[in-house]
């Protein structure tokens, strides 16, 4: 099992980015995903999650409305777009798959003036 994330960076308040999570090694379109996000010194936290079947999404309340979680079976690989970035969103970026306890290595995603 493996999920590698991509897509980091640094981007301005306001800018946009996305990430992407390619995973193996697993059937994909039968798993739920989710992005979680850690900031130095804190816990993980959930940041949004996508169901297997009929695409039913979560997020955190601070994302609302900036941030969309999608999939792509085909492409075994799960995306959280990010928009209307603000310094607070500064953290790293995990992908997670629930049922095989799989996380990826993370993306760093730096928002700063």
């Known amino acids: 099992v493996q999920l590698v994330e991509s897509g980091g960076g640094l981007v301005q308040p306001g800018g946009s980015l996305r990430l992407s999570c390619a995973a193996s090694?697993?059937?994909?379109?039968?798993?739920?995903m989710s992005w979680y996000r850690q900031v130095a010194g804190k816990e993980r936290e959930l940041v949004s999650g996508i169901t297997s079947v009929g695409g039913i999404t979560n997020y955190a309340d601070s994302v609302k409305g900036r941030f969309t979680i999608s999939r792509d079976n085909a492409k075994k690989t799960v995306y959280l777009q990010m928009n209307s970035l603000k310094v607070e969103n500064t953290a790293v970026y995990y992908c997670?798959?629930?049922?095989?306890?799989?996380w990826g290595q993370g993306t760093q995603v730096t928002v700063s003036s």
């Open positions: 997670f798959a629930p049922r095989v306890n799989a």
């Open positions: 090694g697993f059937a994909f379109s039968r798993h739920g």
